[in-house]
């Protein structure tokens, strides 16, 4: 009887061993998860510095590391370098040196391989370099810099529909003077007792920076049409018409509704 109880305590003992060991490996895994971004699994090469110091560097892994990813972790190595040697490896500001490490870690371990190579080289003394992998490292690891937000197109406004089709003898787009006109004629059926393309001339005033007379003309003219098209009123010419500066006939402006409105 008591063979047979130690046989089954040491049956119960192995699965419960058993089970534990199965369980190592997944609570790893969470505990890996929970701690942060991780460094990916990096090839260690050694090299000898100029007095005999062995020193090993882990290189990025060459399957996540691209030429553009290459070339600006050198960058960002010789900018680190320089601001790890300003300060000889004390008073390290890590704050500004994480925020100005990349976001993706590939990049990270790139620029930590190339920081390691300055250290075989004597580029970085061994506090210099040890304030980056005992400072840097643990500081990025532990509270990573965020992803930049995605670069959102600027919103492009709706292109405006132009007022009885393009204009082909106006600078502008018709979408960008019509309004304007239409307001003008509205203001001068309500100050003018004449009510003439002159008097229109008069009512809008001075000419737009970057137009001329004939621009401005142009315009008018293509505004009275389209807007005699539309049924909103109907221009005459005169028994003894007149030039406006020597360009067009004056003619009369009869208004057929109460309000001019922008034609759709």
Known sequence: MPVSIRSHSF??????????????PLLLLVESSCSGPQLSQRHPVEFTSKDGTKI???????DVITKGVKADA??????????????????????????????????????????CLQYVN???????YHAFTEQIIPAYKKNPPEKP??????VVPPHRAEPCG??????????NFVPAW????NRMREERN???????????????VGLGGTDLIQEALFTLNCLEKDGQLRTEKLDHPSMIGGLVENRMIMFLKPMMTIPE
């Open 74 to 115: 050198e960058i960002a190595a010789v900018k680190f370098g320089t601001l790890l040697k300003g300060t000889g490896g004390v008073s390290v500001d890590v704050e500004r040196i994480r925020q100005e490490v990349p976001v993706d870690v590939s990049s990270f371990e790139a620029i930590d391989f190339r920081l």
């Open 122 to 128: 004597g580029v970085l003394s061994k506090g210099e």
């Open 182 to 185: 239409v307001s003008v004629l």
């Open 11 to 24: 049956r119960d003992y192995m699965k419960r061993t058993t089970g534990l060991l199965l369980l190592l």
């Open 56 to 62: 090993t560097c882990f290189e990025p892994p060459t």
């Open 194 to 208: 004449v009510h003439d393309l002159q008097n229109l001339m008069a009512v809008w005033g001075r000419i737009p």
């Open 149 to 154: 937000a995605p670069d959102v197109p600027p």
């Open 166 to 175: 393009p204009s082909f003898t106006t600078t502008r787009r018709s979408a």
